[in-house]
C-alpha cells in the first residue's frame, strides 16, 4: 500500500456499530448465545487457533485480576449486526483472551494458585471484556482487518523477558 498522496487516502480500519461491555461473569452466557442466536464462529479459517499454554493463560487471568487493563478489547465482525442478520459472525481479534478466560472460569486451570471455584466472594467487577462489532461485508476486508491488527510487532525474546526478570530481581533486592 501507499504512498498517499493525502492523509485522506490512507484506509481506515473498520468502523465499530455495536459496543457493549460484558462482565467475565456474564461471558460464557454472551458468548454461547451468540454462537446459538447468530451462529458465532470463534475459531474462523483465518485465526491460528488455540496456542497459548496454559502458563500463559494463566499469567493473563492473573493480570486482569490485579487491575490490568491492557488487553480487554475482542473485536468480532458480523455484516448484518442489527439488520438483517445475514453473513458471517466471526471473531476478529481475542481468542487467546477470550479462550484463556472461559476456560479459568470451567477450572480448567489455576490462577495464583486456585482454581475459581476455590475462590470466595465474586470476580471484580472490572474484569470484563470490550466486545466491539464491526459491519465490513466482504471477507477479503476481514482478513485485512485481521492482517492490519496481527503484523508489525514484533515478540519479546525469552532472553529479553529473562533480562527483566533479573532487573527486577536485584531492584526488589536494592529496595529491602
Not at 29 to 35: A, D, G, L
Not at 69 to 96: A, R
Not at 133 to 150: R, S
Request: net charge negative; with cysteine.
Amino acid at each position: 500500500m501507499g504512498p498517499f498522496k493525502s492523509y485522506q487516502d490512507i484506509p481506515t480500519h473498520p468502523q465499530i456499530h455495536y459496543h457493549i461491555n460484558v462482565d467475565w461473569r456474564d461471558l460464557d452466557h454472551v458468548i454461547n448465545r451468540y454462537v446459538t442466536e447468530h451462529h458465532l464462529q470463534l475459531c474462523p479459517d483465518f485465526q491460528r487457533g488455540h496456542v497459548w499454554t496454559k502458563a500463559q493463560k494463566a499469567a493473563f487471568v492473573e493480570y486482569i485480576l490485579q487491575g490490568g487493563t491492557s488487553g480487554m478489547q475482542l473485536y468480532f465482525n458480523h455484516p448484518g449486526w442489527m439488520s438483517t442478520f445475514k453473513g458471517d459472525f466471526v471473531l476478529v481479534d481475542g481468542l487467546q483472551r477470550v479462550t484463556a478466560v472461559l476456560e479459568y472460569l470451567d477450572n480448567k486451570f489455576k490462577a495464583f494458585g486456585k482454581y475459581h471455584r476455590e475462590y470466595e466472594g465474586r470476580i471484580p467487577s472490572d474484569a470484563q471484556f470490550d466486545i466491539n462489532i464491526a459491519k465490513v461485508q466482504t471477507k477479503a476486508e476481514v482478513l485485512k482487518w485481521y492482517l492490519w491488527m496481527n503484523t508489525g510487532g514484533t515478540p519479546h525474546t525469552k532472553s529479553e523477558i529473562q533480562r527483566v526478570q533479573q532487573l527486577l530481581a536485584i531492584s526488589e533486592q536494592e529496595e529491602q
